[in-house]
């Protein structure tokens, strides 16, 4: 099994247990942030110059970014089974729409960074977004391994006329 590790409040050694489920679900969750980045870069370059490449690969990348979280969507949703895991599902979601609202505005920081001025106030801004992107995984593994410790076999419960066998 794979540990991932964290420090705890006092100063001690968590391990949490990550399994391909969980693997599986952070997949789901970072797809989308890629698309989210390059849709922030184009979308300013479009807004300052108007261009047709950029504006065609913004549109692009918007429509993969969409495609990815319904994607991510239905596969969190076929997992769901139970109540728990239902709402956890919900929770995973929203993590995953907000961490694409983070990648995307780290995404139109370092445009800006690039294509206009370097000055203190963008390079400012591109430390804030990564700072707030990176702090954003946080919560989306979090999400994940609460659904997929949800949707596991623990969860599952038996037949009653099986504890009668012996």
Do not use: E
């Amino acid at each position: 099994m794979l540990y991932n590790v964290f420090m705890s409040q006092k100063g001690g050694v968590v391990r949490m247990k990550i399994n391909s489920t969980t693997w599986k679900l952070l997949g789901y969750a970072f797809s989308a942030a890629p698309g989210a980045f390059v849709l922030g870069l184009c979308l300013v370059r479009t807004i300052k110059h108007f261009d047709r490449l950029y504006l065609t690969v913004a549109i692009l990348f918007g429509t993969s970014l969409i495609s990815d979280l319904f994607w991510t969507r239905r596969q969190v949703r076929r997992l769901a089974a139970s109540q728990t895991a239902k709402k956890h599902a919900t929770q995973f979601l929203w993590s995953c729409v907000f961490f694409s609202m983070l990648s995307f505005g780290l995404g139109m920081a370092v445009s800006s960074l690039v294509w206009l001025s370097p000055d203190f106030m963008r390079r400012f801004s591109v430390i804030f977004w990564g700072a707030m992107t990176g702090i954003g995984i946080y919560p989306v593994c979090r999400d994940a391994k609460r659904l997929a410790d949800a949707s596991g076999p623990s969860q599952i419960t038996s037949v009653p006329g099986d504890h009668d066998k012996k």
